[in-house]
Nanobody, 114 residues
Framework: QVQLVESGGGLVQPGGSLRLSCAAS????????MAWYRQAPGKWREQVAT???????VYADSVKGRFTISRDNARNTVYLQMNSLKPEDTAVYYCNAWDDYEYWGQGTQVTVSS
């Protein structure tokens, strides 16, 4: 079992920045990778960024050049640095991890508004 706890969401003005954190605990040595997803009201959950154990990162087209996913293995934590935020980035952001199973955090709200 793996437990994921997100933090760092909040209210930010357009053009601003936020950094989300996801702390993993439990059987993390079995994980193959971690990711961030988001879900806006009335929309499907979408994958935002993924990072594998080797450090390879993949981004959704909508966030390329603005968001950066990174990991601190010593802290068992994955980060999502979000810059140049837009109102359409408003969503609940979820941390995700997988091995033979898939694990989810509880989500953290990000609101981009003036």
């Amino acid at each position: 079992q793996v437990q994921l706890v997100e933090s760092g969401g909040g209210l930010v003005q357009p053009g601003g920045s936020l950094r989300l954190s996801c702390a993993a605990s439990g059987s993390i040595f079995r994980l193959n990778g971690m990711a961030w997803y988001r879900q806006a009201p009335g929309k499907w959950r979408e994958q935002v960024a993924t990072i594998t154990n080797s450090g390879s990162a993949v981004y959704a087209d909508s966030v390329k050049g603005r968001f950066t996913i990174s990991r601190d293995n010593a802290r068992n934590t994955v980060y999502l640095q979000m810059n140049s935020l837009k109102p359409e980035d408003t969503a609940v952001y979820y941390c995700n991890a997988w091995d033979d199973y898939e694990y989810w955090g509880q989500g953290t709200q990000v609101t981009v508004s003036s």
